[in-house]
T-cell receptor, first 113, second 112 residues
Framework: KAGVTQTPRYLIKTRGQQVTLSCSPISGHRSVSWYQQTPGQGLQFLFEYFSETQRNKGNFPGRFSGRQFSNSRSEMNVSTLELGDSALYLC????????????FGPGTRLTVL | QKEVEQDPGPLSVPEGAIVSLNCTYSNSAFQYFMWYRQYSRKGPELLMYTYSSGNKEDGRFTAQVDKSSKYISLFIRDSQPSDSATYLCAMIASGGYNKLIFGAGTRLAVHP
């Protein structure tokens, strides 16, 4: 079974630009969560989508948004990029069942210049 | 104060040592407890999952949860150089859907 895939793996953008990151969950998984990882703040929850609906949201500004498609693939968008948005963006998927085992993708490393 | 506290290390041990990694937390609503391992420039890999209090063993790894003390541990027996990585504890509160709250991560180096 293929794991969680994320594209692109690396991105370089300049301040003020916007960026879209993509995540394909494990086949059959309907929940997709996004996290930001930085050396200073560690891993922080951005938002979660389940069946195309945002179910939970972290404490990030409105510049960070996301969506989920009917095939469970998800995208996140960051508008008006700031230097502080440089981070590893991780996507995690979870299948059905009582236990909350989430599996992460390799991440997209975003550098904002 | 962070909801989950974890000593970032680094922790350096000789090969074959028993490693103890710990996290404390303040939110009594946390019900699901996980340990992830993250190698440099990779995504976190799920190592252990525990629901509520108790112990769980998987090969060289043992996870313990003590909800009364709000304290979780991961033990690695017979540590190997390939165990060198950052270990992250993570928790989900009851009703928190899939929102993982992570500790800062402990960097572990196992030297031959």
């Amino acid at each position: 079974k293929a794991g969680v895939t994320q594209t692109p793996r690396y991105l370089i953008k300049t301040r003020g630009q916007q960026v879209t990151l993509s995540c394909s969950p494990i086949s059959g998984h309907r929940s997709v969560s996004w996290y930001q990882q930085t050396p200073g703040q560690g891993l922080q929850f951005l938002f979660e989508y389940f069946s195309e609906t945002q179910r939970n949201k972290g404490n990030f500004p409105g510049r960070f948004s996301g969506r989920q498609f009917s095939n469970s693939r998800s995208e996140m968008n960051v508008s008006t990029l700031e230097l502080g948005d440089s981070a590893l963006y991780l996507c995690a998927s979870r299948g059905a069942g009582a236990h909350n085992e989430q599996f992460f993708g390799p991440g997209t490393r975003l550098t904002v210049l | 104060q962070k909801e989950v506290e974890q000593d970032p290390g680094p922790l350096s041990v000789p090969e074959g040592a028993i490693v103890s990694l710990n996290c404390t937390y303040s939110n009594s609503a946390f019900q699901y407890f996980m340990w992830y391992r993250q190698y440099s420039r990779k995504g976190p890999e799920l190592l252990m999952y525990t629901y509520s209090s108790g112990n769980k063993e998987d090969g060289r790894f043992t996870a313990q949860v003590d909800k009364s003390s709000k304290y979780i541990s991961l033990f690695i027996r017979d540590s190997q150089p390939s165990d060198s990585a950052t270990y992250l504890c993570a928790m989900i509160a009851s009703g928190g859907y899939n929102k993982l709250i992570f500790g800062a991560g402990t960097r572990l180096a196992v030297h031959p």
